[in-house]
């Protein structure tokens, strides 16, 4: 069955830590990545998808499918990206996303 | 480019009444609409897959007769929550694609539903 999970229901850096938010996901098919923030009080947007290998604020995902995993990473976290982070997989191509449990990511002082 | 708009933003309903949440996109003609549940601090739950013009597709678990979804253009698809019940009361988040590659999501702002 297509699952995607989020092991850390809560991350805590201080500011200019490393961070990297896990995702692991199970799919038997050639999966399509994606990694979606939610601000506080804002909606949901796509911080990046795996098929571009962009940067988007800092942050890059590799696939990596002998681990089955999409982590997301930062060298060096800032305040302004506290949120809540979701992991999503493509479901069979056709748009439909399965997401991850979410990460809060608390960025602190 | 590629706004989705919900209304309402919040809606208070006493139980036993219907209450109709609209999703547009304003700047694109989306093919699918989605329709998700999200409790407090967790993830999105999919309720249903919309296509203009065709009949929703619900997840498992997702009462069809109670949860109606209709998307009759290609820029609206609305949820209506029939006979409202206290359990009901969620935050309702919509989203559009345009349904080609990379099928991107859009997502609306959400709509705060308390049922009383």
New interface residues.
Partial sequence: AQRVTQPEKLLSVFKGAPVELKCNYSYSGSPELFWYVQYSRQRLQLLLRHISRESIKGFTADLNKGETSFHLKKPFAQEEDSAMYYCALNHNQGGKLIFGQGTELSVKP | GAVVSQHPSWVICKSGTSVKIECRSLDFQAT?M?WYRQFP????M?MA?SNEGSKATYEQGVEKDKFLINHASLTLSTLTVTSAHPEDSSFY?C?A?R?I?????Y????TRLTVT
């Fill in positions: 699918t989605f601090k967790q993830s999105l999919l897959t988040i989203s694609s349904g590659p990379p099928y991107e999501q997502f609306g702002p959400g």
